[in-house]
T-cell receptor, first 113, second 111 residues
Framework: NAGVTQTPKFQVLKTGQSMTLQCAQD?????MSWYRQDPGMGLRLIHYSVGAGITDQGEVPNGYNVSRSTTEDFPLRLLSAAPSQTSVYFC????????????FGEGSRLTVL | GQQVMQIPQYQHVQEGEDFTTYCNSSTTLSNIQWYKQRPGGHPVFLIQLVKSGEVKKQKRLTFQFGEAKKNSSLHITATQTTDVGTYFCAGPGFGNEKLTFGTGTRLTIIP
């Protein structure tokens, strides 16, 4: 099994450009989420979804959009990139939040110039 | 909103010494999870604790969940170079679907 697959692994953007970080999981997990990781700040939740068609905001949602049209895919869209969005982004999935174990993708390192 | 803090932020130990990281939540947690992230890697699940006062062991690692379900600790006995990385605790509050991660403790080992 591939688990959680994120693409791209690296991306450089100019301020104002838009892009989509892709996330797919093949474990039939209902719960999916996006985190960003910045030095000294741990992992901060951007958006999450408890199932297809359902999304909700996390701790730092501004500047990001998500959709969940299928159980497998949970893309993260940056509408107009800003330098403050330079970060490492992790997608994660779980059978259900209270049943434990988030499976993480390998991460996407984004630099906004 | 819910906040989860960990101390210390950094810990440097000689190989063979013990290591402990502490996790404190501003709200009661339904469960606490621990993750390890190697340098340049992604977080990997270690364990989940659910019951008040629960203690679980994994070889040299001992995990505890506080009686009030607001704090937790991870203790590593006789550290090895393979223990290098950042250790995170994480927990959802009751009725909360958001899993909040602690700030992490970065462990480095001096050979």
């Amino acid at each position: 099994n591939a688990g959680v697959t994120q693409t791209p692994k690296f991306q450089v953007l100019k301020t104002g450009q838009s892009m989509t970080l892709q996330c797919a999981q093949d474990m039939n997990h209902e719960y999916m989420s996006w985190y960003r990781q910045d030095p000294g700040m741990g992992l901060r939740l951007i958006h999450y979804s408890v199932g297809a068609g359902i999304t909700d905001q996390g701790e730092v949602p501004n500047g990001y959009n998500v959709s969940r049209s299928t159980t497998e895919d949970f893309p993260l869209r940056l509408l107009s990139a800003a330098p403050s969005q330079t970060s490492v982004y992790f997608c994660a999935s779980s059978k259900g939040l209270l049943t434990g174990e988030l499976f993480f993708g390998e991460g996407s390192r984004l630099t906004v110039l | 909103g819910q906040q989860v803090m960990q101390i210390p932020q950094y810990q440097h130990v000689q190989e063979g010494e013990d290591f402990t990281t502490y996790c404190n939540s501003s709200t009661t947690l339904s469960n606490i999870q621990w993750y390890k992230q190697r340098p340049g890697g992604h977080p990997v699940f270690l364990i989940q604790l659910v019951k008040s006062g629960e203690v679980k062991k994994q070889k040299r690692l001992t995990f505890q969940f506080g009686e009030a379900k607001k704090n937790s600790s991870l203790h590593i006995t006789a550290t090895q170079t393979t223990d290098v990385g950042t250790y995170f605790c994480a927990g959802p509050g009751f009725g909360n679907e958001k899993l909040t991660f602690g700030t992490g403790t970065r462990l480095t080992i001096i050979p």
